[in-house]
């Protein structure tokens, strides 16, 4: 299994949907259009990710909650952010930063990180698609 980040269009997401819309994946989808700022992407992942840390936690503290998701029970993991062309357009380094902090730790965690750093860990598929 590898854990990706996809480009796709918004044509593409019905077939998405499709094939991972089921008990076992939880399925977060996110309006690009709406994150403007680390603080709204962080609040958006904390709600819908039910993470268990407050709008005021840290970097550090989201990317060890988005390793864990234990409380979720689920096999797979799916982040739909639709309209990716205006999420954090005013600021191209947030963005950077939050897409270098899927594609350096928390997919690789979820690929294979898991099994050797948490007692009885399993890899889990976690998928991030980007929608323009």
């Given at each position: 299994m590898k854990n990706t980040i996809h480009k796709i269009t918004i044509k593409d997401i019905k077939e998405i949907e499709y094939k991972e819309l089921n008990d076992y994946t939880h399925y977060v989808k996110i309006d690009g259009s709406k994150i403007d700022s680390w603080q709204t992407f962080k609040e958006d992942m904390i709600r819908k990710f039910k993470l268990p840390m407050g709008p005021d936690g840290n970097a550090n503290e989201y990317l060890d909650w988005m390793r864990d998701?234990?409380?979720l029970k689920?096999?797979?993991y799916v982040l739909?952010?639709?309209n990716y062309d205006e999420f954090l357009s005013e600021n191209s380094i947030e963005k950077k930063n939050i897409m270098n902090d899927f594609s350096e730790y928390i997919l690789p965690f979820?690929?294979?990180e898991v099994e050797q750093v948490v007692v009885d860990g399993v890899a889990k598929s976690f998928q991030l698609y980007l929608i323009d």
């Open positions: 998701l234990s409380w689920k096999r797979s739909v952010i639709c979820w690929e294979s």
